[in-house]
């Protein structure tokens, strides 16, 4: 089993376990945010489309990420998680110092590219470490800190990236201009990042194994995932689509939110980005920590049945507020529409990764998780922001063709990710029984 080979100095508590996981999610969102909060100058700066814009943000970051979180998910399983971890921040720590370099588009979706083969290794370590840590009445709400946590970094990458960027911008003499200055500050968390993870192991290991005494076990393998999988496919094909749409709607709008908010209302992308990050931080982790100890109560009540049920609800509830973000005239409107989509979709992620750990018990959970993370990422991620941009590019450079991009292409995937949920209720007890 992984981890074993990690120092053993007593069990760690799981809540310490979850805080560690959660710095490296927050340090990942925080640094895959930042393009979202710099569109504007870089579009100037390099003469980017939307469609360009679309594809750093979603595709380019999606396509090496998918492929490299199936065997991310596989070595979970096998090796110390937390090396897994660390390497995978230096690989993605290069890929940033790689936006601050580059001359143009193709460097930048490299760099993109670069991001992604690190970032892959971070969800399969976490969801399989929860799922051995920690007890099931709590693990909705474990993944909530999870989540939270990426929302905090894209806050911070918003509101942070906001300020700096007008800071900066009245600044003479600088040897590079805002926007790359701006990523470059940035890998001082990074760095904060990593010292905080070798340190953890040098003085107060969290990321240990879960058995003292550990029973030699045979290696899980890909065909392990694969064969369960195949035989609770019905649930597996509910969770691609649920999570895929999820994903879609959170990454497509939380791409363009700034950018809109330039457009519609003449916000200057500071002051875009700040509102943007403030009510993502707000509303967004809120929206985690009610669904996080909501779904734990509905699995208490009813099963994984209780959690679909959830899902269902918080992407309806999430529909009128991206109608309202996007169509209403007035900013104060508006902005009280994303406040209630943050909150709705924040609802929403906790359960789907709960769902995804709920029906997955065998050992193999780290390859599990990669192989569905990787089908979700590249369906959400891969194309939300890229959809997005290439709608608004065939519309106007205006405010409403933007707009009208982000309802097309969201508002049909929400509908489906309802429906998806809805179905999952309908599942035999067998496989929507939290275990």
Partial sequence: MPDTDMPRRGSPSATRLVLTLALCQFT?????????????????????????????????????????????????DRITRQRLLLLGLSVWSLGVLGYVLAPGFEWLFAASLLVGLGQAVVLPCSLSLIAERVVTPHRARANSVLTSAGVAGRAVALIGGGWLLGALGGTAGLPMTPWRA??????????????????????????????????????????????????????YVILLVLLSATILTIQGVAAWTPTLLHRRFALDPATASLWAGCITVLAGVAGHAVGGFAVDAAIRAMGLRGAFINSAAALALACPGVLLFTQAADIGVSLAGLVLFAFAMGMATPTGLTLLQGVTTIPAKGTVSGLMLAATILCGLGFGPLLIGLASDRGSAAGDGLASAVV??????????????????RLRSGQTKSR
């Fill in 28 to 76: 990942a969102l925080m640094d895959r945010s930042l393009l979202a909060a710099l569109v504007t100058p870089i579009k100037a700066s390099l003469g980017l489309t939307d469609a360009q814009i679309g594809l750093l943000q979603g595709t380019g970051f999606a396509v090496l990420y998918a492929l490299a979180i199936v065997p991310a998910g596989s070595l979970a």
């Fill in 408 to 425: 097309t292409i969201v508002l049909p995937v929400m509908v489906v990710g309802i429906t998806a949920a809805l179905a999952g209720t």
């Fill in 182 to 235: 701006v990523i470059l500050t940035s890998l001082a968390v990074n760095l904060m990042a990593f010292l905080a993870l070798v340190t953890g192991r040098a003085t107060d290991p969290v990321l240990v194994a879960s058995r003292t005494t550990p029973t030699p076990t045979p290696s899980p393998t890909l065909r392990d995932a694969l064969c369960w999988i195949a035989a609770n496919r019905s649930a």
